[in-house]
């Protein structure tokens, strides 16, 4: 989840009021104005986005039509002091259904999100049938070319094999493309489009060849990348942020902590030449 408001109290209560309701949350980002919630829900792809309307700079309604083009299936939560036809109307028309007023009551905020968090259940299960019938179809069709290739005296192994070579060829080349483009904002959808392989079947190709999943495989790079750039005492822990592929200091640190169980300043500390 991601909650974006200039007013770091209403951020805080919204938090307080669905870590409290919902321990299925392993998440809540939070951001301050519609330029970091674009930069975060890029980063962090969040199912839910609470987005106050109103607010300096870029305003909820433009983050929210720029966040659809990159995270579609993302749900919104417009929250505004503003009860105005007008406004409603704008985000109805970027397809957002779910609309609260602050003060936000308790209420309000925990209906709007439990009708959401029942849409995105549902769509995941069907999302999950789906690649069920993808992977059953891939391994049907596999079959039968073994069977057409036994009726014409191939050695069934042979194909196994050659399909195992041939896949685990895409793989590193995928390992290859995320080792070369890691800076920028790679998507596992992005990947699996480029070497040809469904989301689905590349995930899982992924993971039983290599032993962890993409997202993890591409913040190691990251946070390798960033361990090497600390031993330049003339880049900034800011710069060095950017150049691995993150947008958000914030995030970024917590991040590199999870991963190399020190912030990046303590880090840096203990790793000067």
Request: aromatic share 10%.
């Amino acid at each position: 989840m991601l909650i974006v408001d200039d007013e770091s109290l209403e951020r805080k209560a919204l938090k307080k009021m669905i870590y409290l309701h919902d321990t299925d949350v392993l998440m809540v980002e939070e951001a301050q104005n519609g330029r970091i919630a674009i930069e975060l829900a890029r980063e962090i792809r969040p199912d839910i986005i609470f987005m106050d309307i109103k607010m300096p700079g870029i305003d909820g309604v433009e983050a929210v039509k720029q966040i659809k083009r990159f995270a579609p299936k993302t749900k919104f939560i417009m929250v505004s002091a503003f009860d105005t036809f007008e406004y409603a109307r704008e985000v109805m028309r970027q397809g957002v259904k779910e609309y609260i007023l602050k003060p936000s009551r308790q209420m309000d905020v925990l209906d709007a999100f439990c009708r959401l968090k029942e849409e995105i259940i549902d769509e995941k299960l069907k999302q999950q049938e789906q690649k069920m019938l993808e992977d059953q179809l891939i391994r049907a069709n596999h079959i039968a070319n073994l069977l057409v290739n036994r009726e014409k005296g191939v050695n069934q192994e042979e194909v196994h094999n050659h399909q195992h070579h041939h896949e685990k060829g895409l793989l590193y080349k995928a390992k290859e493309y995320i080792e070369e483009h890691y800076q920028e904002a790679l998507s596992l959808e992005g990947v699996a489009e480029n070497i040809k392989l469904s989301p689905y079947y590349f995930s899982k190709l992924f993971k039983e060849h290599f032993g962890l999943n993409f997202i993890d495989f591409l913040t190691e790079i990251r946070i390798d990348h960033a361990k090497r750039h600390m031993l330049d005492p003339e880049k900034s822990l800011k710069e060095i942020c950017f150049e691995v592929g993150y947008k958000d200091p914030n995030y970024f640190s917590r991040v590199f902590k999870k991963y190399a169980g020190l912030s990046p300043s303590d880090y840096r500390k203990n790793n000067q030449i």
